[in-house]
């Protein structure tokens, strides 16, 4: 499997997975001329992408998905019909090639098998989504207030996680950039994934590997780096326990699993 995040965080969010003979889009959050220049710039041909999962309907996960469908009305969207519903009715008449999902209901692209989870957020119905091929699993969660701990078995030991740790939870409170109603729907179960339970989560289903964690949507104004890191030393009982990768607007190095 080949994984690139073109962006992740409040402004957008879009990654590319390729494995074998498909590609595919989990969430296009960013404009077709930033998504085009992104793919040429990693010198990856559009005309590859054969799908996408729309995660659920926040426009910093499907405000690109319009104009992308104008142009490739051949890739196949698969989606929850609560995501359906909550997507304004210009992105609702571009999505013409279309299948619904479940949550809990694996479906195949191509060579990839698909399990859908349901995750808790401000969405209608919204999802993470676990890949795996050839051995190989890969965990895309964002956009969560908590991991149900009936899915850990089903993400536990993947080689590669995408979770988002968003917020240091002291930094979310301190800020000023963001109304108390705000703090409190960032905190609450549907809300995000703070330091401290992004690392507590992965210490819990890791057990044997040393996979790369891809450090989803991370808050510009209420996280940094260090931040992360010493959620890292404080919660894992090994401190490298994973490998780590930070994802931003800017499009990250091409990680191979």
Request: net charge negative; glycine share 4%; charged share 30%.
């Amino acid at each position: 499997m080949e994984i690139r995040v073109l962006a992740s965080g409040s402004k957008g969010n879009i990654v590319s997975l390729i494995s074998g003979k498909s590609h595919l889009l989990i969430d296009i959050g960013i404009s077709y001329t930033r998504t085009k220049k992104k793919f040429e710039e990693y010198k990856v041909d559009m005309e590859s992408i054969c799908a996408i999962i729309l995660t659920h309907e926040h426009k910093d996960h499907s405000n690109g998905l319009r104009v992308f469908l104008k142009n490739h009305p051949n890739v196949v969207t698969y989606l929850t019909r609560g995501t359906m519903d909550g997507l304004d009715k210009e992105t609702k008449e571009a999505l013409e090639n279309y299948i619904f999902i479940e949550p809990e209901k694996s479906f195949t692209i191509n060579n990839l098998e698909i399990y859908p989870i349901l995750i808790s957020h401000d969405a209608n119905e919204p999802i993470g989504v676990i890949a795996e091929n050839n051995g190989k699993k890969a965990v895309f969660i964002t956009d969560t207030g908590y991991v149900h701990k009936d899915y850990f078995n089903v993400i536990k030991d993947a080689d590669f996680y995408y979770l988002e740790a968003n917020h240091d939870e002291l930094m979310l409170m301190q800020t000023h950039k963001r109304p108390h109603h705000l703090k409190m729907r960032i905190l609450g179960e549907r809300g995000h994934l703070s330091n401290n339970e992004a690392t507590k989560l992965l210490n819990e289903v890791i057990s044997k590997k040393r996979p790369i964690w891809a450090v989803a949507h991370i808050s510009e104004d209420c996280n940094t780096e260090e931040k992360i890191e010493v959620a890292c030393v404080k919660n894992f009982d090994d401190p490298f326990k994973v490998k780590l990768v930070y994802t931003s607007q800017e499009s990250s190095e091409v990680i191979k699993i």
